[in-house]
Every structure is written in C-alpha cells, then in structure tokens.
C-alpha cells in the first residue's frame, strides 16, 4: 500500500509541543542531539518563533488515518510527523548569508522519504530568503542523515573528532554543506 506524502507548511508556536515530542525521545536516548534536556513545548514554541524571524520552520502532517480513535481526530485533526528548520550557522555578520539546517522525525515516519520532502523544501525556502549556503551537522556514525544530505546535494566538508560527550562517550560530529549559489557582489 503506497502512503501519500505529508502536507508541509511553515510552523507556527503552536506547533511547539508537537515538535517538542518528537525531539524529546532524540534527547533522551540518543546521542543523536547533544542537548541534554529536552526542551519543553513553551521552550520549542519560543524556538519556533525565533527561527521565523530570519530563516525558516516547516513541519510535515499527516490526517488521521482509518482506525485512529474518533476522539483522536476530532480533538487532534492532523498530526505533526516532522520537521526542518534553520538557524544561524555563527553569530558574526559575516556569516549572515549561511545557515544551519536540522531535521527531525516521529519514529514511525522514518523511511517514508518525509525527511527528503521537509529538507528540499526548507532548502528552497533558504534560498528564497537569500541564503547562500547551509551547513548540516550529524553525530556520527548517522547513515540515514549522511544518505538523506548526500541524496540533496550536501557534499561532506569536514568532521570534527570526539567533539561531543554524552551518555559517557565521546561522539564524533560530520559536517555537509550545500552552496545556494551565490548572491551578487553588492549584496550587503
């Protein structure tokens, strides 16, 4: 049975707690994400708000599907799946035309090719906002976030060696990076 794909739209606080759950389990038992404690939905909401003042948040949903309780659908409509934002990738001036994208999935949406559809349409979002380049970072090893940039178009640019230490390991960090294209010369 072939699944349609997820609606994407920009993300709004209200989708904090929904995002909140679905970065929390990354937080807590992985070492995918290096924060320790995971954000609450006040938290993920003020987080939200503050990467669509500059760059971009999307989130994937999906309708109930059939046999999800009717007080799930009435009560829930469409739930949050994923999503993909952008930050700042440093905080001098200089590096205002680059950004830092991340990726996140409800476990059960893993391997549905939504993480390909959030990042491509984020990507285009970025460069629609004027960016230039974007940076990713991974915990390595991480095959699915290593195939899901390289499939994107991020090249590999770099890897920083036990960088990270987080349920008593050190944990080393891959970058990627995918050139926009250039703005012109007199861009300010």
């Given at each position: ?156 640019v770099g890897r920083f060696e036990r960088v990270g230490r987080k349920f008593g390991r050190w944990h080393d960090v891959g970058f990627w990076q995918l050139d926009l294209g250039a703005p012109p010369d007199s861009a300010?």
């Open positions: 049975m072939t699944v349609a794909a997820p609606r994407l739209r920009a993300a709004t606080p209200a989708d904090g707690a929904a995002c909140a759950a679905i970065y929390a389990p990354f937080v807590e038992h992985t070492s995918i994400s290096f924060e320790e404690r995971a954000p609450t939905a006040d938290e993920m909401a003020a987080r939200i708000e503050r990467a669509l003042v500059r760059h971009a948040w999307l989130v994937a949903e999906r309708d109930p599907v059939d046999g999800d309780s009717a007080e799930r659908e009435a009560a829930n409509g469409p739930r949050v799946v994923g999503y993909a934002y952008a930050g700042d990738f440093r905080a001098r001036s200089a590096y205002r035309f680059a950004c830092e994208s991340s990726v996140y999935l409800a476990d059960d949406e893993r391997g549905r090719g939504t993480g390909r559809l959030l990042m491509r349409a984020l990507v285009e979002r970025l460069a629609e906002l004027g960016f230039t380049q974007v940076v990713a970072g991974a915990t390595l090893p991480n095959p699915a976030s290593e195939r899901l940039h390289a499939s994107l178009g991020f090249r590999p300010s």
